[in-house]
Each structure stands twice: as structure tokens, then as C-alpha cells.
């Protein structure tokens, strides 16, 4: 077999369906944040990024950045390897404190990302529990559904969000028959969210584990930041809560908080915890400061609701359509994946505007968008410049205007 033949045959298919992914190369610049530096060909541009996850800046705030300068003075660079070889640097310890105190749990372990934390926090609870049947939200993220495959634990989809089919489909599995429900708070996609509350009942209803993924939450909702169960007061109903620090908390790593059995639990089998590098303590370091000030401070969230609200109201007052949700993620429709990457590469070649195109596997074919995520830093100006280029576009495009039905 060819083989490059074979991988040039399969990136130019990819190419021609205009679903290439092109990784655009910037640099954040402290205190500067939204704005960044481009490079292309040897050559740097002005952007202003409109895409990040770091959703309320907080990769930028003192607070964090002094922590990790501080520990990074005091314990070097890296964390010396695994845990279970190289010990648990104190840093580890005070960060899974915070992180149980903040989802009100005995316990939390640390991750190297989100990712990894749901891959192997279900892989782990999914395989090892006797006859574990897992039923998994349609639209769950894709490390969630790699973890309930790692598992080969038996599984169901039920329907997204759809409280009666997951019911139906628990109701075919005897008392006896151990379940577990995973699914997310906040779709990052269609930025949708989930009902918690109506989820827990069910589970509670068959005698069945949940694992809510807060990935896109944690941070940004509640009075402490810990996410929309917390907001809704059902932290205390949820088996598991998974969390990430490389989004709104402004860091890298993820995490599971649960009682203590559990945690150690996935600590003692879980090969993603045994067997991967620990976090540096820096970066401990920074995701335990920015957890604390995040506690206490809801200035950050105030400033990005108020961003959020503003971008929907310009973006409806143009007729640009955007999918009506509850949550901070805007995602402007386009429905087709050449268009898109082109409106995408035009905002960035004529204003200087980064919004990174979305296409399928991430969503469905013929559900192409601009995912924009309006945080603190982004000003009055920022918004009028992102507003005014989307419209000319749309203009320049002849794409149709109106409001899509919620």
C-alpha cells in the first residue's frame, strides 16, 4: 500500500468538502487579551480573538499569573513525572481541597485535561463496576463517549436532553442492573442547557448513577462558581461532577470531585491518573488561585453576561441568525462548510476578526457556525467592529437574515 498516497488522497477529500482545518498561529499577550498577534509567513498581524474558552479572561488576571510565577520560583517547572512515582506535590493536594469545597464533595482527583478525566473517570467507574450499563446523552463530547468505549461496558443513547426517552430506555434494565447516566450541563455547540433537575429524578427514580460533565460551567455559573447544578442547588444529587481548569479558571488539567471511595476508587484503577505526568505545580498553582478569587469575585461574571447580552442583541438587531439559548456561547449559523471557513478566513484577512469555523465531525453536516464567545475583556469597540464586519458579510454573501426559532 501507498500509504502517503493513501493520506493525501484522505486531506484532499477533507479540502474539497471545505472542512480542512487550518490552526491559526497566534500569541496572547498578557493585559492585552482579547487582542493577540497573528503570524503568517513571517509576517504579524493585530487579531482580535472572538473563539477562546477562556471564557472570563482569567488566563491574563494577576492573581493567577502571580501564583504561578510564585510556585514556579519555589518548585521549578515540571512535577518530576506520575504521581505514583514522583509523589503528589503539595500543590496537588490544596487544588483538589479547593476543587471538593467548591462542588461541596468529600473529594476530587486531578487530570491532565478534561479530556483525559472523562475518558478515564468513565472508563474506569464503566468497566469496573459488575455489569454496568451506561446510557449516554446524544450529544455528549467526544472524551465521554472514547471513555464509555474504553469501558466496552454496554451502553444506550438516549435522546438529547430528552427526560422521558431516558426514562424509558432505564426502565428496561431491572432494579438490579447497575446504570449510570452521563451527560453535560452546557452543550458547547449549540450552547444549549441540560434539565438537571428532571435527569436527577429519573436517575434517582432506577437506582442509577450520574456523571454530569461541567466543562463549559464550571467558573461561569453559581454563586461560587461551580457550575449550573450549583446554581440550581443539585450538586448534592450528582454522583460525579467533571470539571476542566483550562476554560473559564484560565489554566490547563481537569478533574472529578465525588466521595472519597469513588475518588480513590478511579485513583487506584484509572491507567489516564496512574500513568500520565502530573500537572506542573504552577499550574496548580494558578487553577487553585483563580478557583479562590472566582469564589468570591462576580465581577467577571456580571461583565460577560452583559458582553454576551449585548453581542445577541446587536447580532438580532441585523438579523444575523444565532441559535436562542440560555448559556454564554453564541453560535452564529451558517449551514455550509465552504462558506463558513470563507466568512471565517474574510473576518480575519479584512478585520483583523478571529472566529474559528465549526464543521462536522464537531457538528452535524448542513449545521455549519461561527462559535463566538463574548467574555469580560472584549470592548464596546471590539463588539462594534465584529458586528459590522458580520454584516457586511452576510451583505457580501446574500445569506439570509432573520432569527432562527428557539
Known amino acids: ?129 459488575p455489569g454496568c450499563v451506561v446510557f449516554s446523552d446524544a450529544l455528549n463530547h467526544a472524551s465521554m463517549i472514547e471513555g464509555i468505549r474504553y469501558s466496552r461496558a454496554p451502553y444506550k443513547i438516549w435522546s438529547h436532553n430528552d427526560v422521558e426517552d431516558l426514562d424509558r430506555k432505564l426502565g428496561d434494565f431491572g432494579p438490579d442492573v447497575p446504570k449510570l447516566v452521563a451527560f453535560e450541563s452546557v452543550y458547547s455547540m449549540d450552547g444549549d442547557i441540560a434539565p438537571i433537575a428532571e435527569i436527577l429524578d429519573v436517575c434517582e427514580k432506577h437506582g442509577a448513577m450520574s456523571y454530569i460533565d461541567e466543562v463549559h460551567a464550571v467558573g461561569l455559573y453559581g454563586p461560587r462558581g461551580g457550575g449550573v447544578a450549583e446554581r440550581e442547588g443539585l450538586m448534592d444529587r450528582i454522583t460525579v461532577i467533571e470539571g476542566t481548569l483550562g476554560k473559564a479558571f484560565g489554566v490547563m488539567g481537569g478533574y472529578i470531585a465525588a466521595s472519597a471511595d469513588l475518588v480513590d476508587f478511579v485513583r487506584t484503577f484509572a491507567s489516564g491518573f496512574i500513568f500520565s505526568t502530573a500537572l506542573p505545580p504552577a499550574v496548580a498553582a494558578g487553577a487553585c488561585a483563580s478557583i479562590r478569587h472566582l469564589k468570591t469575585s462576580e465581577r467577571e461574571r456580571e461583565l460577560q453576561r452583559d458582553r454576551v447580552a449585548t453581542v445577541r442583541r446587536r447580532l438580532d438587531g441585523l438579523g444575523i441568525p444565532h441559535l ?69 458579510i452576510w451583505s457580501q454573501c446574500e445569506l439570509a437574515r432573520g432569527a432562527i426559532a428557539a
Open 324 to 392: 436562542p439559548n440560555p448559556s454564554h456561547i453564541i453560535p452564529v449559523m451558517v449551514g455550509d462548510a465552504k462558506k463558513c471557513k470563507m466568512i471565517s478566513d474574510w473576518l480575519m484577512d479584512n478585520h483583523g476578526i478571529y472566529v474559528q469555523p465549526i464543521n462536522y465531525p464537531t457538528v452535524p453536516r448542513g449545521t455549519e457556525r461561527l462559535r463566538i464567545t463574548p467574555s469580560p475583556v472584549h470592548t464596546d469597540g471590539d463588539i462594534d467592529r465584529l458586528i459590522e464586519a458580520l454584516s457586511d
Open 1 to 129: 500500500m501507498d500509504f502517503e498516497a493513501y493520506f493525501r488522497g484522505e486531506l484532499e477529500a477533507v479540502r474539497n468538502e471545505g472542512r480542512y482545518r487550518v490552526f491559526t498561529e497566534i500569541e496572547r499577550h498578557r493585559g492585552r487579551f482579547p487582542q493577540a498577534t497573528r503570524y503568517v509567513g513571517g509576517e504579524t498581524t493585530d487579531v482580535t480573538v472572538w473563539c477562546s474558552n477562556d471564557y472570563l479572561g482569567m488566563g491574563q488576571h494577576p492573581v493567577v499569573i502571580d501564583a504561578m510565577h510564585r510556585v514556579l520560583d519555589e518548585c521549578g517547572a515540571g512535577a518530576g513525572g506520575t504521581r505514583n512515582i514522583s509523589g503528589t506535590n503539595h500543590h496537588h493536594v490544596l487544588l483538589e481541597r479547593e476543587l471538593a469545597d467548591l462542588h461541596g464533595k468529600d473529594a476530587a482527583l486531578l487530570f491532565t485535561s478534561g479530556y483525559v478525566s472523562n475518558w478515564a473517570g468513565l472508563g474506569t467507574l464503566c468497566a469496573r463496576i
